[in-house]
């Protein structure tokens, strides 16, 4: 069985997690690594230590669906508000400029329940704290090594990162 590592545990990496699965099933072991301690890259929800129901999303407070966007990706969006994770804004935005035909989306469960949705339907082995310094090409797979622990090998790499952490990357990656 292929396996494929997806570096980044953000929304373009759950949901490109998801899609290979959806397409390949059970024909691919995915794997998604993240420098960080959780799930959600620039989509994360962040909670006080103490237990309440107060939270904040860093990034992205709501998600605004433009015609254009809400047709081509319409299956997401139905995914998101069948399930729960997607709730029609109903507030006012101080300073929001509402445009006409575009809806604002809000997640009672923070930005994060997003892309921890897309992970679990992925059914991805997910490592947090796998920081990818390396990517070495070793005949027809790569070898990838990461700042703390054993390098692994993978038959494909889909880097989610961004292009700034892509550049860092020792080895053969620009080739």
């Not at 890259?41 to 999303?57: E, I, L, N, Q, Y």
């Not at 997640?107 to 949705?117: A, D, E, F, I, Q």
């Not at 038959?155 to 080895?171: C, K």
Request: a neutral charge; hydrophobic letters at 35%; glycine letters at 10%.
């Amino acid at each position: 069985m292929s396996r494929v590592l997806i570096v980044g545990a953000g929304l373009t990496g759950s949901v490109c997690a998801c899609l290979l699965r959806r397409e390949l099933q059970n024909k691919v072991n995915i794997v998604v690594w993240d420098k960080a301690r959780g799930s959600g890259g620039r989509m994360s929800t962040t909670r006080p230590p103490d237990p309440s129901s107060h939270s904040a999303d860093l990034g992205a407070q709501y998600i605004t669906a433009t015609p254009a966007y809400a047709q081509s990706h319409h299956s997401f969006y139905s995914e998101l508000l069948s399930s729960g994770v997607l709730q029609p804004l109903l507030t006012q935005v101080e300073g929001l400029k509402h445009k006409d035909n575009e809806r604002n989306y809000v997640t009672p469960l923070g930005m994060c329940s997003v892309v921890k949705h897309f992970l679990s339907e992925s059914g991805a082995d997910l490592f947090f704290e796998h920081h990818v310094t390396g990517l070495y090409r070793s005949g027809a797979s790569w070898e990838v090594e990461r700042k703390a622990g054993a390098s692994e090998t993978f038959d494909a790499v889909i880097l989610t990162m961004p292009v700034p952490q892509i550049l860092q990357l020792q080895g053969d990656v620009g080739q």
